[in-house]
């Protein structure tokens, strides 16, 4: 961010400042400790596990002894990799950051993005998500700032995946279709895929199952859903009846609400604000992760764009 006067700036950095601790005693309230993630990443290990991130989108750099690594896009890979080592069996740990990613953009500029995060670990209940939503939320109505929450179930798709038998390179081409919401690609994957006519109804209204949890089943009602698949739309409904009439009014759900990583396995959500295209806050639980990297750790989380949220106090600020 640029200043004509050394005034503006130092506004900004004293509102910076008075933000972040406002944050920090949310979260220290609630538990969380704050913890110091690693600024890099082996390069392999993570595209192996992130393959539908951009390989040009991120910024890498060679270490003496000639490994490929990359200056992190990615906060909570880094923390998990640094907590599994020493991780006590059968224990809670509640952890928060404030921390920069890095990526380059389309015309290959390096972005540094600051981030405010919160990771829950130990815990597999859906308490534990709902704690972490409504943390979120809470964050957001602090500063006043008007805001919608798409809130998904990743269970619901990872579901269809496995009962659609798509091999990776298959489920890769299908998630990327989805996460654009692209419908005219959703209807041509349908048509070229070798998919069960009772099947692909479901699949090619994905894009349409959004809206309030009665919205979602009375248009899942006709399909014909899997145990499994319908369990994955019972929690949300658990989800939306634990919210108070406050929360609800904030939320839409929206099966289609995917994250470009793939470690998600269960409760999702995105949070937008008016004027900004990309999501202020981004999170859910991502057990996934965990099992991919060693051990399997129940784990949720989210982080904010801490930049973005700023900005939109400074138009409140006097």
């Known amino acids: 961010m640029e200043f004509l006067l050394m005034t503006e700036e130092l506004r900004y950095y004293k509102l910076k400042y008075e933000m972040t601790k406002k944050l920090e005693e949310l979260v220290i309230k609630k538990g969380y400790m704050q913890i110091e993630p690693q600024f890099f990443e082996e390069y392999d290990s993570f595209i192996r596990m992130n393959k539908r991130i951009k390989k040009e989108s991120t910024v890498k750099l060679l270490d003496l002894d000639g ?57 597999s209940s859906m308490k534990a998500d709902l704690e972490v939503l409504k943390l979120g ?72 199952y959004q809206g309030t949890i009665q919205d979602i089943k009375e248009k899942l009602n006709p399909m014909n859903l899997s145990k499994k698949m319908r369990d994955a739309i019972d929690e949300l409904e658990f989800v939306s009846k634990e919210m108070d009439s406050t929360d609800q009014k904030y939320a839409r759900f929206d099966l289609s609400a995917i994250s470009q990583y793939d470690y998600y396995a269960g409760i999702t959500f995105k949070i937008y604000i008016e004027g900004i295209p990309n999501p202020i806050m981004s999170g859910g639980r991502y057990d996934l992760l965990t099992q991919r990297l060693g051990k399997d750790i129940p784990a949720v989380g989210f982080t904010l764009n801490s930049a973005d949220i700023l900005k939109e106090v400074l138009k409140n600020y006097e």
């Open 67 to 123: 490994r490929i690594l990359i200056l992190r896009p990615d906060i909570t890979t880094s923390i998990i990799k640094h907590v599994i080592p020493k991780w006590e069996e059968n224990r809670e740990l509640k952890l928060f950051y404030l921390s920069t990613t890095f990526s380059r953009n389309q015309k290959g500029a390096i972005e540094e993005k600051k981030q405010f995060g919160v990771e829950y670990l130990g815990d």
């Open 137 to 208: 939320f809470s964050m957001l109505k602090t500063f006043g700032i008007e805001f919608i929450a798409e809130i998904n179930n990743n269970k619901f798709l990872n579901t269809l995946l496995e009962e659609l038998g798509f091999d990776e390179e298959k489920s890769t081409q299908f998630k990327n279709i989805i996460y654009y919401k692209n419908q005219d690609a959703l209807n041509q994957f349908v048509n070229d895929s070798n998919i069960a006519v009772e099947n692909q109804d479901l699949i090619k209204n994905l894009l349409k």
